[in-house]
Protein backbone atom coordinates (compact mmCIF):
# COMPACT_ATOMS: atom_id res chain seq x y z
CA UNK A 1 0.00 0.00 0.00
CA UNK A 2 2.92 2.15 0.76
CA UNK A 3 4.48 1.29 -2.29
CA UNK A 4 1.68 2.29 -4.22
CA UNK A 5 1.44 5.10 -2.44
CA UNK A 6 4.90 6.42 -3.17
CA UNK A 7 4.60 5.27 -7.02
CA UNK A 8 1.56 7.64 -6.99
CA UNK A 9 3.33 10.32 -5.41
CA UNK A 10 6.09 9.75 -7.83
CA UNK A 11 4.26 9.78 -11.06
CA UNK A 12 2.37 12.35 -9.63
CA UNK A 13 5.83 14.98 -9.39
CA UNK A 14 7.15 13.47 -12.68
CA UNK A 15 4.18 15.24 -14.24
CA UNK A 16 4.24 18.13 -12.41
CA UNK A 17 8.01 18.22 -13.68
CA UNK A 18 7.36 17.69 -16.95
CA UNK A 19 4.50 20.10 -17.78
CA UNK A 20 6.97 23.32 -17.22
CA UNK A 21 9.64 21.46 -19.09
CA UNK A 22 7.35 20.89 -22.05
CA UNK A 23 5.79 24.60 -22.16
CA UNK A 24 9.47 25.49 -21.68
CA UNK A 25 10.59 23.78 -25.06
CA UNK A 26 7.63 24.96 -26.47
CA UNK A 27 8.73 28.65 -25.32
CA UNK A 28 12.13 28.09 -26.66
CA UNK A 29 10.96 26.58 -30.09
CA UNK A 30 8.40 29.26 -30.70
CA UNK A 31 11.35 32.13 -30.13
CA UNK A 32 13.84 30.64 -31.86
CA UNK A 33 11.36 30.16 -34.55
CA UNK A 34 10.53 34.04 -34.21
CA UNK A 35 14.24 34.88 -34.57
CA UNK A 36 14.45 32.90 -37.48
CA UNK A 37 11.21 34.59 -39.17
CA UNK A 38 12.79 38.24 -37.96
CA UNK A 39 16.09 37.50 -39.44
CA UNK A 40 14.36 35.96 -42.86
CA UNK A 41 12.65 39.04 -42.62
CA UNK A 42 15.11 41.51 -42.48
CA UNK A 43 17.54 39.67 -45.02
CA UNK A 44 13.87 40.63 -47.15
CA UNK A 45 14.04 44.03 -46.64
CA UNK A 46 17.23 44.23 -47.65
CA UNK A 47 17.24 41.88 -50.44
CA UNK A 48 14.73 44.00 -51.53
CA UNK A 49 16.41 47.49 -50.48
CA UNK A 50 19.66 46.31 -52.98
CA UNK A 51 17.44 45.39 -55.30
CA UNK A 52 15.74 48.86 -55.53
CA UNK A 53 19.13 50.61 -55.31
CA UNK A 54 20.65 48.06 -58.27
CA UNK A 55 17.34 49.08 -60.55
CA UNK A 56 17.54 52.86 -59.37
CA UNK A 57 21.27 53.00 -60.57
CA UNK A 58 20.92 50.48 -63.96
CA UNK A 59 17.53 53.59 -64.74
CA UNK A 60 20.64 56.12 -64.04
CA UNK A 61 22.79 54.69 -66.33
CA UNK A 62 20.12 54.52 -69.01
CA UNK A 63 19.56 57.92 -68.61
CA UNK A 64 22.92 58.94 -68.63
CA UNK A 65 23.49 56.68 -71.64
CA UNK A 66 20.38 58.45 -73.40
CA UNK A 67 21.61 61.87 -72.91
CA UNK A 68 24.80 61.36 -73.94
CA UNK A 69 23.54 59.41 -77.06
CA UNK A 70 21.56 62.76 -77.45
CA UNK A 71 24.60 65.07 -77.18
CA UNK A 72 26.32 63.10 -79.29
CA UNK A 73 23.63 63.20 -82.11
CA UNK A 74 23.38 67.56 -81.54
CA UNK A 75 26.47 67.53 -81.81
CA UNK A 76 26.75 65.76 -85.28
CA UNK A 77 24.09 67.46 -86.55
CA UNK A 78 25.77 71.15 -85.24
CA UNK A 79 28.87 69.71 -87.10
CA UNK A 80 27.17 68.23 -90.27
CA UNK A 81 25.13 71.81 -90.81
CA UNK A 82 28.42 74.06 -90.49
CA UNK A 83 30.44 71.74 -93.04
CA UNK A 84 27.27 72.42 -95.48
CA UNK A 85 27.18 76.34 -94.28
CA UNK A 86 31.25 76.48 -95.16
CA UNK A 87 31.01 74.32 -98.24
CA UNK A 88 28.19 77.12 -99.35
CA UNK A 89 30.42 79.73 -98.77
CA UNK A 90 33.04 78.17 -100.65
CA UNK A 91 30.97 77.33 -103.91
CA UNK A 92 29.15 80.70 -103.74
CA UNK A 93 31.22 82.38 -106.47
CA UNK A 94 29.94 79.99 -108.80
CA UNK A 95 25.99 80.44 -107.84
CA UNK A 96 24.37 82.83 -109.86
CA UNK A 97 24.64 86.32 -108.42
CA UNK A 98 20.54 86.20 -107.78
CA UNK A 99 20.72 83.14 -106.16
CA UNK A 100 23.86 83.37 -103.59
CA UNK A 101 21.78 85.50 -100.49
CA UNK A 102 18.66 83.24 -100.31
CA UNK A 103 21.16 80.18 -100.63
CA UNK A 104 23.29 81.57 -97.76
CA UNK A 105 20.43 82.61 -95.42
CA UNK A 106 19.11 79.10 -95.75
CA UNK A 107 22.24 77.55 -94.38
CA UNK A 108 23.48 79.99 -92.16
CA UNK A 109 19.56 79.03 -90.35
CA UNK A 110 20.70 75.81 -90.36
CA UNK A 111 23.77 76.18 -88.45
CA UNK A 112 21.96 78.70 -86.04
CA UNK A 113 19.18 75.88 -85.13
CA UNK A 114 21.63 73.09 -84.85
CA UNK A 115 23.67 75.65 -82.58
CA UNK A 116 20.76 75.97 -80.03
CA UNK A 117 20.47 72.02 -79.64
CA UNK A 118 24.22 72.22 -78.51
CA UNK A 119 23.16 74.87 -75.95
CA UNK A 120 20.81 73.26 -74.60
CA UNK A 121 22.39 69.96 -74.12
CA UNK A 122 25.53 71.19 -72.85
CA UNK A 123 28.25 70.40 -71.87
CA UNK A 124 30.04 73.28 -71.20
CA UNK A 125 33.18 72.50 -72.60
CA UNK A 126 31.84 71.47 -75.63
CA UNK A 127 29.22 74.26 -76.03
CA UNK A 128 32.16 76.49 -75.70
CA UNK A 129 34.14 75.12 -78.60
CA UNK A 130 30.42 74.98 -80.43
CA UNK A 131 30.34 78.96 -79.84
CA UNK A 132 33.78 79.65 -81.48
CA UNK A 133 32.61 77.77 -84.49
CA UNK A 134 29.47 79.47 -84.41
CA UNK A 135 31.53 82.50 -84.68
CA UNK A 136 33.39 81.83 -87.37
CA UNK A 137 30.34 80.81 -89.51
CA UNK A 138 28.58 84.22 -88.39
CA UNK A 139 31.60 86.50 -89.71
CA UNK A 140 31.87 83.75 -92.81
CA UNK A 141 27.97 84.73 -93.54
CA UNK A 142 28.71 88.59 -92.93
CA UNK A 143 31.61 88.30 -95.81
CA UNK A 144 30.58 85.54 -97.75
CA UNK A 145 28.86 87.82 -100.50
CA UNK A 146 31.39 89.97 -101.25
CA UNK A 147 33.83 87.33 -101.18
CA UNK A 148 32.01 85.52 -103.97
CA UNK A 149 31.42 88.73 -105.99
CA UNK A 150 35.17 89.40 -105.51
CA UNK A 151 36.06 85.50 -106.12
CA UNK A 152 33.92 85.10 -109.21
CA UNK A 153 35.71 87.79 -110.56
CA UNK A 154 39.23 87.25 -109.95
CA UNK A 155 38.47 83.63 -111.67
CA UNK A 156 36.50 85.53 -114.66
CA UNK A 157 39.93 87.51 -114.95
CA UNK A 158 42.34 84.79 -115.26
CA UNK A 159 40.06 83.00 -117.76
CA UNK A 160 40.46 86.32 -119.84
CA UNK A 161 44.60 86.43 -119.49
CA UNK A 162 46.51 85.60 -122.97
CA UNK A 163 46.12 81.62 -123.63
CA UNK A 164 49.88 81.55 -125.02
CA UNK A 165 52.66 84.46 -123.59
CA UNK A 166 51.02 87.07 -121.66
CA UNK A 167 54.65 89.38 -121.08
CA UNK A 168 54.40 89.39 -124.82
CA UNK A 169 50.51 89.66 -125.66
CA UNK A 170 49.52 92.93 -127.52
CA UNK A 171 45.71 92.03 -127.02
CA UNK A 172 44.16 94.72 -125.33
CA UNK A 173 41.66 92.74 -123.77
CA UNK A 174 44.18 90.10 -122.56
CA UNK A 175 46.01 93.10 -121.17
CA UNK A 176 42.93 94.92 -119.28
CA UNK A 177 42.15 91.39 -118.12
CA UNK A 178 45.53 91.47 -116.25
CA UNK A 179 45.54 94.67 -115.31
CA UNK A 180 42.13 94.63 -113.55
CA UNK A 181 43.52 91.53 -111.66
CA UNK A 182 46.68 93.08 -110.54
CA UNK A 183 44.50 96.47 -109.29
CA UNK A 184 42.15 93.97 -107.39
CA UNK A 185 44.82 91.97 -105.87
CA UNK A 186 46.33 94.72 -104.28
CA UNK A 187 42.98 97.33 -104.10
CA UNK A 188 42.70 96.52 -99.97
CA UNK A 189 46.81 97.50 -99.78
CA UNK A 190 46.39 101.14 -101.39
CA UNK A 191 45.80 104.52 -99.20
CA UNK A 192 42.05 105.87 -99.89
CA UNK A 193 43.51 108.83 -102.40
CA UNK A 194 45.19 105.99 -104.51
CA UNK A 195 41.96 103.93 -104.61
CA UNK A 196 39.82 106.92 -105.51
CA UNK A 197 42.46 107.93 -108.29
CA UNK A 198 42.54 104.28 -109.41
CA UNK A 199 39.18 103.63 -109.69
CA UNK A 200 38.37 104.96 -113.28
CA UNK A 201 41.16 102.49 -114.59
CA UNK A 202 39.76 99.57 -112.72
CA UNK A 203 36.10 99.97 -114.21
CA UNK A 204 37.78 100.74 -117.47
CA UNK A 205 39.69 97.46 -117.76
CA UNK A 206 36.97 95.36 -116.42
CA UNK A 207 35.21 96.45 -119.11
CA UNK A 208 37.94 96.21 -121.94
CA UNK A 209 38.74 92.69 -120.49
CA UNK A 210 35.33 91.19 -121.52
CA UNK A 211 35.53 88.90 -118.78
CA UNK A 212 32.48 89.87 -117.77
CA UNK A 213 29.12 91.47 -117.84
CA UNK A 214 28.12 94.93 -116.95
CA UNK A 215 25.72 93.80 -114.24
CA UNK A 216 28.85 91.85 -112.59
CA UNK A 217 30.89 95.06 -113.05
CA UNK A 218 28.47 96.78 -110.94
CA UNK A 219 28.97 94.13 -108.24
CA UNK A 220 32.43 94.58 -108.51
CA UNK A 221 32.16 98.17 -108.11
CA UNK A 222 30.71 98.08 -105.08
CA UNK A 223 32.39 95.77 -103.08
CA UNK A 224 35.66 97.95 -104.21
CA UNK A 225 34.01 100.77 -102.12
CA UNK A 226 35.03 99.35 -98.95
CA UNK A 227 38.39 97.67 -98.23
CA UNK A 228 37.66 95.71 -95.13
CA UNK A 229 38.96 92.34 -94.94
CA UNK A 230 39.95 92.54 -98.60
CA UNK A 231 42.91 90.33 -97.81
CA UNK A 232 41.23 87.84 -96.44
CA UNK A 233 38.22 88.39 -98.97
CA UNK A 234 40.80 87.51 -102.08
CA UNK A 235 42.86 85.33 -100.39
CA UNK A 236 45.10 83.56 -102.56
CA UNK A 237 46.15 80.34 -104.67
CA UNK A 238 47.83 78.48 -101.59
CA UNK A 239 45.82 79.90 -98.79
CA UNK A 240 42.56 80.83 -97.46
CA UNK A 241 42.70 82.76 -94.75
CA UNK A 242 39.03 82.97 -93.51
CA UNK A 243 38.50 79.25 -93.92
CA UNK A 244 42.10 78.32 -92.22
CA UNK A 245 40.38 80.02 -89.18
CA UNK A 246 37.22 78.51 -89.70
CA UNK A 247 39.38 74.60 -90.19
CA UNK A 248 41.53 75.72 -86.72
CA UNK A 249 38.32 76.42 -84.67
CA UNK A 250 36.19 73.08 -86.52
CA UNK A 251 38.79 70.79 -85.03
CA UNK A 252 39.02 72.36 -81.72
CA UNK A 253 35.38 71.56 -81.36
CA UNK A 254 36.04 67.86 -83.26
CA UNK A 255 38.51 67.28 -80.76
CA UNK A 256 36.88 68.37 -77.89
CA UNK A 257 32.97 66.44 -78.45
CA UNK A 258 34.81 63.63 -79.66
CA UNK A 259 37.07 63.29 -76.15
CA UNK A 260 33.59 63.91 -73.95
CA UNK A 261 31.06 62.06 -75.71
CA UNK A 262 32.49 59.87 -78.02
CA UNK A 263 32.89 59.93 -82.15
CA UNK A 264 30.35 62.57 -83.30
CA UNK A 265 32.58 63.15 -86.64
Known amino acids: MQLEQAVAATGALTALVTV?????????TRRAADRAADATEAAGHEQSRATVAAARLQERAGREQSLESVRRSACAEFLSAVDV?????????????????????HKATAVVRARAGVALLGPPEVLGEAEKVAEQCAKLEKLALRRAVLRSAIRALEDAWCPRNAEWCEDPHHNSAHVAWELLAQWGR?????????LDLL???????????????????????????????????????????FRAVRDAFVGVAYGSLGPVA
Not at 85 to 105: G, K, M, Q, Y
Not at 190 to 198: D, G, I, P, T, V
Open 20 to 28: PVTLLAAHW
Open 85 to 105: FVRIVTVLPEVPHASRRELLD
Open 190 to 198: LEQEERWEK
Open 203 to 245: EFTLRESRAMGAEEIGHVLEVANSVAYWDELIGGIVRDPLLER
